[in-house]
């Protein structure tokens, strides 16, 4: 007998189950036909897999569409999962909250994902402006093309970063996109030495954003703060006063984290 087989099967079914998370979580409802289409199996499968999410709770079902849509308990799941960053988030919120009522603009926390190689945004402040950058919880973005991402790398061991910047494809997804390692190697000098990361139409077309570090009593970096201006909303004459916030956060949120010093000069963390 084939031992193999069983395991395959398994996998097989693991994988349609998060098909159809993510077609729920991306559309928010859907149809049968969607979800079997998405997760590449029959609706007879795809039926018997929403009954069992169903009866687990993670699942219901709108009896007059009958489309399908997720419960709270996946989202409850989440929130005990983050319960391991709780310190971070209650830090980082008292900083974050500050930083938008002095702006006016989008604040992110984001949080390195080792295995994606990206960076995942697990909290925020929206803009106060109709016309803005908004980000979702959970999103994950490319380490090379974020300031997020450079404020997370630049304070890590250089073996980690080669180790990232090997798995990584450096894809060019706006205008200014880096897409050469040397060149994003001394973006993350630059952004050490200053103690801060910029990028401008690096990730999105029409976009600036600039980010520091949070810091450990290693001076490791553990999560970064972004603030994110459509173009045309960026004052120029500003940039003092926005980094000159933005470092103060930093520099705060790391200090309660045990970091001594200043974030600007100091030496990647050695593991």
Known sequence: MNESRPKADNAAAVLKVFAVLETL?????????????????????????????????YVEQNPETERYGLTLKLFSLGVRALN??????????????RLSRKTGESINLGVLDAREHKVTYIHKYDSAYSLSMRSTLGLRNPLHSTSLGKALMAWR????????????????????????PKAYLEQLEITRARGYAEEVEESEAGVRCLATPILNH????VAAISVAFPLFRFEESRRPEYIGLLMAA???ASEAFGYSGNIAGAEAAKT
Do not use: F, W, Y
């Open 157 to 180: 061991d250089p073996t980690e970063v080669r180790d990232h910047l090997e798995a990584m494809e450096m894809q060019k997804l706006a205008p200014n996109t880096i897409t050469d």
């Open 84 to 97: 391991d960053r709780a310190d971070l988030l209650r830090v980082a919120d008292t900083v974050m909250g």
């Open 250 to 252: 930093g520099q705060e």
């Open 25 to 57: 979580v991306e559309d928010r409802t859907a149809s049968l036909a969607d979800i079997a289409q998405r997760a590449m199996t029959s609706k007879t499968t795809a039926h018997r897999l929403m009954q069992t999410m169903i009866d687990l709770g």
């Open 218 to 221: 290693l001076g490791q970096s």
